[in-house]
């Protein structure tokens, strides 16, 4: 089946610190992956993501590399700020055999505080 | 373009109540969504649509109801609330291509349940 494991948190980090949220999958097809970003009181917004292996999702200083090998899409950003203090849900949508549902699947979610 | 609209944003039911949550998208997706959401478990898919006039279940129909009678609105019903269903619930949606593949969610509505 289908599934998402992500670094349980928090996670507290002073500003500039080096950020990384691990996140590794199952699938029995050939995912797409994703990282969404849930700010306080408000839905989920997309922040990257990567439709196969060896892609690099990118955006807002944020990286995550699609690694087959590994299954992994660990989270990356090189120096947070305070306005980075979210919840991060890593996510996969499996293209299920010619289906185009694209059901999300995902983890548990790992918050984030960043301090000044 | 408001993208994706919830309402309400908040509510407080007693046990044995019904109500209704109301989905709306303008981008004209055909796909759309409701997940619930708790503390420790991520989001997880209540129910689903593909399309007007089509529903399916997700990971945890069970208590609800929904209906799509128009493409841009998605409708979730609880017929008889237990306060197991005290959560954070969202909507989302998603153009049918397999190219984009991105779900646009809702701001939430909280429900809680005495």
């Known amino acids: 089946g289908n599934s998402v494991t992500q670094m349980e948190g928090p996670v507290t980090l002073s500003e500039e610190a080096f950020l990384t949220i691990n996140c590794t999958y199952t699938a029995t097809g050939y995912p797409s992956l994703f990282w969404y970003v849930q700010y306080p009181g408000e839905g989920l917004q997309l922040l990257l993501k990567a439709t196969k292996a060896d892609d690099k999702g990118s955006n807002k200083g944020f990286e995550a590399t699609y690694r087959k090998e590994t299954t992994s899409f660990h989270l990356e950003k090189g120096s947070v700020q305070v306005s980075d203090s979210a919840v991060y849900f890593c996510?996969?949508?499996?293209?299920?055999?010619?289906?185009?549902?694209?059901?999300?699947?995902f983890g548990r979610g790992t918050q984030l505080t960043v301090w000044p | 373009n408001a993208g994706v609209t919830q309402t309400p944003k908040f509510r407080v039911l007693k046990t044995g109540q019904s109500m209704t949550l109301l989905c709306a998208q303008d981008m004209n997706h055909e796909y759309m969504y409701w997940y619930r959401q708790d503390p420790g478990m991520g989001l997880r898919l209540i129910h689903y649509s593909v399309g007007e006039g089509t529903t399916a279940k997700g990971e945890v129909p069970d208590g609800y109801n929904v209906s799509r009678l128009k493409k841009q609105n998605f409708l979730l019903g609880l017929e008889s609330a237990a306060p197991s269903q005290t959560s954070v619930y969202f909507c989302?949606?998603?153009?049918?291509?397999?190219?984009?593949?991105?779900?646009?969610f809702g701001p939430g509505t909280r429900l809680l349940v005495l």
């Open positions: 996510a996969l949508s499996e293209r299920d055999r010619g289906s185009t549902l694209g059901r999300l699947y």
């Open positions: 989302a949606s998603r153009d049918q291509s397999a190219r984009q593949e991105t779900q646009y």
